[in-house]
């Protein structure tokens, strides 16, 4: 299942809405194919293993047994299920990580393999391939986009002296753990202060090169139409197109004074407008607090965006914790002490009364990247 996972985890990002799965086929006790699952309309994780096994002769005899990371799939969608790839394949034993997290499919497949005389082993490594899909698993069980939050802090909470200066807190090891979730997550966001005090580049660096998902900037009094704007980053690189500056409905007016004319508007939903012009694109989202970020997720399903990875400065933290609007919560902690009361600190919200009313982060992860430390986990439960 480890070999299953590595599989896996190569194909994270790339495969949204879908899951990333990855499977192996292990015969005589060596695993002799590997399959991930291939960005849409391609395979499946089952199908690609099965393919390399059968350019290999598919060899096969009771120690043949096809390993994958999340439970087949058994019905009929954009390709025919992977049960019946399966079944076909002659492999009579199947062991399994996660169950399907749609309620609707969950567990189905079981029954339809046994029925047929295949052995099914489940839940093996199953908290490790369901951490595999945090956005799908979410998206699939609640309808919404999973909305994550991401800060760097010192020891005592703080995201930057109170000059501002924040490079770096953490390590590189730490901040090439985020590059990881830059690129798993189908889109991110920063506010406008963090977008004119760093100049963020909101792209995905890996070592094998570097690509961007949509960019959100939360923008609401429009600070990013000021002088010299056009030379920020996300709106001069080669990704400017990806990049969408969220704001309130009332502000079209600023945006055409700013613009001279308005080239393209279209509503996503009844309460969140899309404009173009002069090459940037503005979303008006009606509403104020919950409301307000109700309507954001609602467009961001419409445009297909199952999750988004937040990094930001204490302003906008503050708005996402006073609106429960955090579903994730990612912490890069380093061992440094600012000693600053007046500092920036990005937990700052409806402040909890009693100990037992604290958030307690849920499936928590602790991670260790160098000197840093990351706490990753729920805010709000599945």
Same mark, same amino acid.
């Given at each position: 299942?480890?070999?299953?996972?590595?599989?896996?985890?190569?194909?994270?990002?790339?495969?949204?809405?879908?899951? $990333?799965?990855?499977?192996?086929?292990?015969?005589?006790?060596?695993?002799?194919?590997?399959?991930?699952?291939?960005?849409?309309?391609?395979?499946?994780?089952?199908?690609?293993?099965? $393919?390399?096994?059968?350019?290999?002769?598919?060899?096969?005899?009771?120690?043949?047994?096809? !390993?994958?990371?999340?439970?087949?799939?058994?019905?009929?969608?954009?390709?025919?299920?992977?049960?019946? $790839?399966?079944?076909?394949?002659?492999?009579?034993?199947?062991?399994?990580?996660?169950? +399907?997290?749609?309620?609707?499919?969950?567990?189905?497949?079981?029954?339809?393999?046994?029925?047929?005389?295949?052995?099914?082993?489940?839940?093996?490594?199953?908290?490790?391939? +369901?951490?595999?899909?945090?956005?799908?698993?979410?998206?699939?069980?609640?309808?919404?986009?999973?909305?994550?939050?991401?800060?760097?802090?010192?020891?005592?909470?703080?995201?930057?002296?109170?000059? #501002?200066?924040?490079?770096?807190?953490?390590?590189?090891?730490?901040?090439?753990?985020?590059?990881?979730?830059?690129?798993?997550?189908?889109?991110?966001?920063?506010?406008?202060?963090?977008?004119?005090?760093?100049?963020?580049?909101?792209?995905?660096?890996?070592?094998? #090169?570097?690509?961007?998902?949509?960019?959100?900037?939360?923008?609401?009094?429009?600070?990013?139409?000021?002088?010299?704007?056009?030379?920020?980053?996300?709106?001069?690189?080669?990704?400017?197109?990806?990049?969408?500056?969220?704001?309130?409905?009332?502000?079209?007016?600023?945006?055409?004074?700013?613009? #001279?004319?308005?080239?393209?508007?279209?509503?996503?939903?009844?309460?969140?407008?899309?404009?173009?012009?002069?090459?940037?694109?503005?979303?008006? !989202?009606?509403?104020?607090?919950?409301?307000?970020?109700?309507?954001?997720?609602?467009?961001?399903?419409?445009?297909?965006?199952?999750?988004?990875?937040?990094?930001?400065?204490?302003?906008?933290?503050?708005?996402?914790?006073?609106?429960?609007?955090?579903?994730?919560?990612?912490?890069?902690?380093?061992?440094?002490? !600012?000693?600053? $009361?007046?500092?920036?600190?990005?937990?700052?919200?409806?402040?909890?009364?009693?100990?037992?009313?604290?958030?307690?982060?849920?499936?928590?992860?602790?991670?260790?990247?160098?000197?840093?430390?990351?706490?990753?986990?729920?805010?709000?439960?599945?």
């Amino acid at each position: 299942m480890r070999e299953a996972l590595a599989e896996a985890r190569l194909a994270r990002g790339w495969t949204h809405p879908n899951p $990333a799965v990855g499977s192996v086929i292990v015969h005589q006790g060596q695993v002799v194919a590997r399959g991930r699952t291939q960005p849409p309309p391609g395979r499946h994780a089952e199908k690609e293993a099965i $393919a390399r096994w059968q350019e290999l002769g598919a060899p096969l005899d009771d120690s043949t047994t096809l !390993v994958v990371t999340l439970e087949p799939c058994c019905t009929h969608g954009r390709t025919p299920p992977c049960t019946e $790839a399966i079944l076909a394949s002659g492999i009579r034993r199947v062991i399994v990580g996660s169950v +399907d997290p749609n309620p609707v499919h969950a567990g189905r497949a079981f029954p339809q393999l046994r029925e047929a005389g295949v052995e099914v082993i489940e839940g093996v490594l199953a908290e490790a391939c +369901d951490d595999l899909n945090l956005v799908f698993n979410h998206w699939i069980q609640t309808g919404d986009p999973l909305i994550a939050l991401k800060v760097a802090v010192t020891l005592d909470g703080k995201t930057a002296t109170r000059t #501002g200066d924040s490079k770096w807190i953490t390590g590189t090891e730490a901040r090439a753990d985020v590059h990881r979730w830059r690129h798993y997550f189908p889109a991110i966001g920063t506010g406008a202060g963090t977008l004119l005090q760093d100049n963020p580049q909101l792209t995905a660096r890996l070592p094998e #090169g570097a690509h961007a998902h949509p960019r959100f900037i939360f923008d609401r009094s429009l600070r990013g139409l000021g002088p010299g704007s056009s030379e920020l980053q996300v709106f001069s690189d080669e990704w400017a197109d990806l990049t969408i500056t969220v704001t309130g409905q009332n502000q079209r007016e600023k945006i055409e004074r700013w613009s #001279g004319h308005v080239e393209h508007t279209e509503h996503l939903t009844d309460e969140v407008r899309l404009l173009s012009t002069r090459g940037r694109t503005f979303w008006l !989202v009606h509403g104020v607090g919950r409301a307000f970020w109700r309507h954001f997720r609602q467009a961001l399903l419409v445009k297909g965006i199952t999750g988004l990875y937040l990094e930001t400065g204490s302003g906008l933290a503050q708005d996402l914790w006073l609106h429960r609007a955090v579903d994730y919560l990612f912490v890069y902690q380093a061992p440094k002490l !600012v000693l600053d $009361a007046d500092a920036p600190t990005p937990f700052r919200g409806l402040p909890a009364g009693r100990m037992a009313d604290a958030l307690q982060l849920r499936q928590l992860h602790v991670e260790r990247f160098g000197p840093d430390t990351l706490y990753r986990g729920w805010v709000r439960a599945v």
